[in-house]
């Protein structure tokens, strides 16, 4: 069983940064692979962005790429979603997921998809005023 804790959300203005965390435990870190997904209200749950188990390799979606930066710390156990010139139109819940299947190969196309993900957090609200 793997439990991820988001934090970090909050009220931002446009052109804003913010930071937000995930907190996994339950499993080896390193062995999970990662990614960010947001929900705004009345839509549905899209992709933000992946990261592979090691870190070193990342896919985002077009909306966030070039603004948005995922990393994470494995001694730590934590993944993190730099976001940059926060938009209005990124308001919205903001979930980490976690794969805990054994894989083989690492793709950001094949780690787009909702229903790769196995674990899920509750989520941390970030709101963004024009």
């Known amino acids: 069983q793997v439990q991820l804790a988001e934090s970090g959300g909050g009220l931002v203005q446009a052109g804003d940064s913010l930071n937000v965390s995930c907190e996994a435990s339950?499993?080896?870190?390193?062995?999970?692979?990662m990614g960010w997904f947001r929900q705004a209200p009345g839509k549905e749950r899209e992709f933000v962005g992946a990261i592979n188990w090691s870190g070193g390799t990342t896919y985002y979606a077009d909306s966030v790429k070039g603004r948005f930066t995922i990393s994470r710390d494995n001694d730590k156990n934590m993944l993190y979603l730099r976001m940059n010139s926060l938009k209005p139109e990124d308001t919205a819940v903001y979930y980490c997921?976690?794969?805990?299947?054994?894989?083989?190969?690492?793709?950001?196309?094949?780690?787009?998809?909702?229903?790769?993900?196995?674990?899920w957090g509750q989520g941390t609200q970030v709101t963004v005023s024009s």
């Open positions: 339950g499993r080896t870190f390193s062995s999970l692979a």
């Open positions: 997921a976690a794969d805990s299947r054994r894989r083989t190969y690492w793709s950001g196309p094949y780690y787009s998809q909702r229903g790769q993900y196995d674990y």
